[in-house]
Nanobody, 115 residues
Framework: QVQLVESGGGLEQVGGSLRLSCAASGSIFSFNRVGWYRQAPGKQRELVAS???????SYADFAKGRFTISRDTGKGMIYLQMNSLKPEDTAVYYC?????????WGQGTQVTVSS
């Protein structure tokens, strides 16, 4: 079983920055992909950014140029640096990892951007 614990969410003003962290149990090398998703009220969960075991990153269009996904394999951590925040970035952000055909989710962390 994989456990993921997110932190770093909160209230931020428009144009500000936040760094989300995800602590993963088990070796990150056992995950073929790790990523961040978000879900706003009344909307479907959507991919924000992901990185494969080989280091290939992928970003949603709204995240390109503003968000950066990274990982520290030694510490078992996955990060999402979010800059130039906008009100539409308000959502619950989830960390997720893929191991084979299984996907594991964290409990989520709330990000609220005020104008």
């Amino acid at each position: 079983q994989v456990q993921l614990v997110e932190s770093g969410g909160g209230l931020e003003q428009v144009g500000g920055s936040l760094r989300l962290s995800c602590a993963a149990s088990g070796s990150i090398f056992s995950f073929n992909r790790v990523g961040w998703y978000r879900q706003a009220p009344g909307k479907q969960r959507e991919l924000v950014a992901s990185v494969t075991l080989g280091g290939i990153t992928s970003y949603a269009d709204f995240a390109k140029g503003r968000f950066t996904i990274s990982r520290d394999t030694g510490k078992g951590m996955i990060y999402l640096q979010m800059n130039s925040l906008k009100p539409e970035d308000t959502a619950v952000y989830y960390c997720a990892v893929d191991r084979g055909s299984d996907r594991y989710w964290g409990q989520g962390t709330q990000v609220t951007v005020s104008s």
